[in-house]
């Protein structure tokens, strides 16, 4: 019989012990190996084995949501009101939305993401797993929506680094707080224009970050120019994605993978 040449799906196997943060190796059936890397994480350290990264949440029996399978967890609460925490078996970083009203949250079709609607007057709260990190999302309907957004620190510490980034410590995890991103209801980034800016001070109760935007650029908006979304990001601090190529060896960029070899 003809072996097939190079990857064939449902026939090349797994080589499990091989597995790295990104790298997934498959053995053709024509003893040729092919080499997978992908542009987020893929697999974590449990031990000393690497397993899958899960994303998609789970609901626990107090009805808050977290992800299933990474070297980190993050815990969404059940109703706006709750803590937010996002851990590693060094440490955790805790916070609540302050002034927050007390909504349920809902969790998104796509199985990553939970929706507080309403969690402030005309603003939802939105948070987002990915294998790389959590994304937050402020979205702003309307004119009338508030410009700043201030989150209470309630565990772990956070400072801001000589480059200007905001990085959570606690014990011995560490996690940047991304710059965040804005962008208006027609899909164009004003982060710039819009002044958003990060913010850490302390409150009355100890640590809190806020996140808001230029108060007069927001009310001299159209309504086609919303939702607003202001994006931060939640990520550990990981090895960044990587590829290489052998000599001889072709290349090939596939939905966020590259593959290596046959």
């Known amino acids: 019989a003809v072996v097939p040449a190079g990857f064939v799906k449902g026939r090349s196997v797994e080589a499990v012990e091989r597995r790295d943060v990104y790298d997934t190796v498959y053995v053709n059936p024509d003893g040729s190996e092919t080499l997978v890397i992908a542009a987020e994480p893929v697999h974590f350290k449990l031990g000393d084995r690497w397993e899958v990264i899960d994303s998609r949440l789970v609901e626990g029996a107090d009805g ?28 955790a970083l805790g916070w609540r939305a302050s002034l927050v009203s007390k909504v349920a949250g809902v969790l998104e079709p796509d199985g990553l993401s939970v929706r507080y609607a309403n969690a402030w007057p005309g603003a939802d709260l939105v948070y987002r797993v990915s294998s790389a990190g959590v994304e937050e999302f402020i979205e702003l309907r309307g004119v009338a929506s508030r410009a700043s957004y201030a989150f209470d620190v309630v565990e772990g510490a956070v400072e801001r680094s000589a480059d200007g980034v905001l990085r959570a410590r606690s014990g011995g995890m560490s996690v940047d707080l991304g710059a965040p991103v ?11 224009v819009s002044r958003t800016v ?33 994006d931060p990001t939640i990520t550990p601090l990981l090895v960044n994605a990587w590829a290489y190529a052998k000599p001889g060896q072709g290349v090939q960029n596939q939905a966020g993978v590259t593959a290596i070899g046959n």
């Open 64 to 91: 808050s949501w977290s992800n299933r399978a990474n070297a980190w967890s993050m815990v969404l609460p059940a109703d706006s009101s709750g803590v937010f925490r996002f851990s590693t078996d060094d440490g």
């Open 182 to 192: 804005t962008f208006d209801g027609r899909g164009r980034e004003v982060t710039p």
């Open 198 to 230: 990060f913010g850490l001070r302390q409150g009355a109760e100890g640590q809190q970050l806020v996140l808001s935007v230029d108060e007069m650029w927001l009310k001299s908006l159209s309504s086609a120019d919303f939702p607003v979304v202001i």
